[in-house]
């Protein structure tokens, strides 16, 4: 059995860029695996919708080619997850793509294990009709009509399908849609580390150098053992500290002692964290609870209409001085108007207007909301059935926001649109109406894997 297994995480996010000197130096500190995560669903619903990626090809096949040769000349094997940002199929082809390219390019001959995360409405239906589907908040009961009505389903993998595939001789595992922390936990897990130790070096790490004092210089280097874990920076120049590392436990988590996976959740409540030296850090006591019931978290994202957008700017000191009030003569004139002139019904569209420099960011939260704001972005979004619907309305509301005055007292002032034409076409857009879990009885069940050799 090991005494310790070193995980090295590059980045955060695949594509993002590193330096390459923080992966020598990592291999050189006795890494046995690469981890990185290629995706991520804050970029909001529109990758999933159309299983594309919203890194940029260059940029992805640029960290490839770092990656690739380094751990195939160090004998290690490389694992991505959550390929080409949502973790379609298209985006796990998409990320091989790349990867068969480098292999070509530096005579390299590897094996490649590709796993399948999409699920289809109709697989899901019998979960859903035998009561495995369950809503986690703040979702509501799930629906066959929501289901069919996406245009893309995955499920998010646990460390189990990554494990087979590192089993089966794969030297890169290329996955679909699954948690950051498998990732770094799966080759510990594999050479029996506690899980406890396990997922929690994974969970902070899962964001490369978010966990040290410096993340633009590198990612980290973890060493886990039976005992606890210990992270240091790839960069020589940065450090971690009890507090960088602790603080990784509040990132994209409700709970900041407990996190939930799909074969149970990690407790970190007695976790210690202790400053080894002046760049790592020490941690020991976290615990894994084991699910009485394996569990995988849907994601699906549907068309939710077509998109324009009318962008506007105001620096006139008086109408900043009474914004609110103008806004909402503005959109009243709207509402009142469009159905009329336009032959739409209140249901027919709908209206979303943000100001930037005001309260786009807070809303109702801004603390400063009753300061008049020095100058005001204002963005109009129309989203209707049809894109030509949604630039109508678009090209309705056009003069008001250039022209609408304060009142019947005030001449007409103008504003300045963003560019000409004034309307941006959006296309078609999308939402995510999947936040549920299906209950299965193996990790493995929802996923398929496929292996073959990519190089010279």
């Not at 195939?72 to 694992?79: N, Q, S, Y």
């Not at 005579?107 to 009561?131: C, K, M, N, P, W």
């Not at 850090?281 to 976290?286: A, D, H, K, M």
């Not at 324009?308 to 008086?318: F, G, V």
Request: hydrophobic share 40%; with cysteine.
């Amino acid at each position: 059995m090991s005494r310790s297994v070193r995980v090295l995480v590059p980045v955060g996010m695949l594509g993002a860029g590193f330096p390459a000197t923080t992966v020598t130096r990592g291999i050189a500190l006795g890494a046995d695996i690469i981890a990185v995560d290629a995706g991520s669903t804050d970029s909001g619903p529109h990758y999933l919708g159309t299983a594309t990626s919203k890194a940029a090809r260059a940029a992805v096949a640029r960290d490839l080619d770092i990656l690739v040769p380094a751990a195939r000349a160090a004998g290690i094997p490389l694992v991505v997850g959550s390929c080409g940002t949502c973790g379609s199929d298209d985006g796990v082809d998409w990320v091989h793509d790349i990867v068969a390219e480098i292999a070509v390019a530096h005579s390299l001959t590897f094996t490649v294990a590709r796993i399948y995360s999409e699920q289809r409405a109709e697989d899901l239906e019998v979960h859903l009709a035998d009561g495995r589907i369950r809503p986690l908040e703040p979702a509501g009961p799930l629906s066959t009509d929501v289901l069919r009505r996406c245009s893309h389903i995955v499920g998010l993998m646990g460390h189990e399908p990554l494990a087979d595939a590192l089993r089966q001789g794969a030297d890169v595992v290329l996955a679909g849609r699954s948690t950051d922390t498998a990732l770094g936990a799966v080759l510990p897990l594999i050479h029996g580390m506690p899980p406890g130790p396990a997922w929690h070096a994974a969970k902070i790490a899962e964001c490369g150098g978010l966990a040290t004092e410096d993340p633009r210089s590198g990612g980290v280097l973890l060493s886990v053992d039976h005992g606890g874990f210990t992270i240091e920076p790839l960069a020589p120049e940065t450090r971690c500290t009890p507090r960088s590392v602790a603080a990784h436990m509040l990132y994209e988590n409700a709970d900041p002692f407990r996190m939930r996976e799909p074969s149970g959740t990690l407790d970190t409540s007695n976790a210690r964290y202790t400053a080894v030296d002046e760049r790592s850090v020490r941690v020991e006591g976290s615990r894994f609870e084991a699910a009485e019931q394996a569990t995988i978290k849907l994601e699906g994202a549907a068309p939710a209409g077509y998109q324009t957008m009318l962008m506007s700017a105001i620096r006139d000191p008086r109408y900043l001085e009474r914004l609110d009030e103008w806004c909402t003569n503005v959109m009243a004139y709207l509402n009142s108007n469009i159905p009329s002139t336009l032959k739409l019904g209140p249901d027919d569209y709908d209206l979303n207007l943000v100001r930037f420099g005001h309260d786009a960011v807070l809303g109702h939260a801004e603390p400063h909301r009753g300061q008049a704001p020095r100058e005001v972005c204002l963005v109009l979004t129309v989203t209707a059935a049809d894109q030509e619907t949604a630039t109508q309305i678009a090209k309705f509301a056009n003069p008001a926001f250039l022209h609408a005055p304060l009142d019947d007292h005030t001449s007409f002032p103008t504003f300045a649109f963003f560019g000409s034409p004034a309307e941006t076409e959006r296309g078609q857009q999308y939402e995510f109406v999947l936040q549920h879990a299906v209950d299965v009885a193996d990790e493995r069940s929802l996923f398929r894997t496929t292996l073959g050799k990519v190089g010279a």
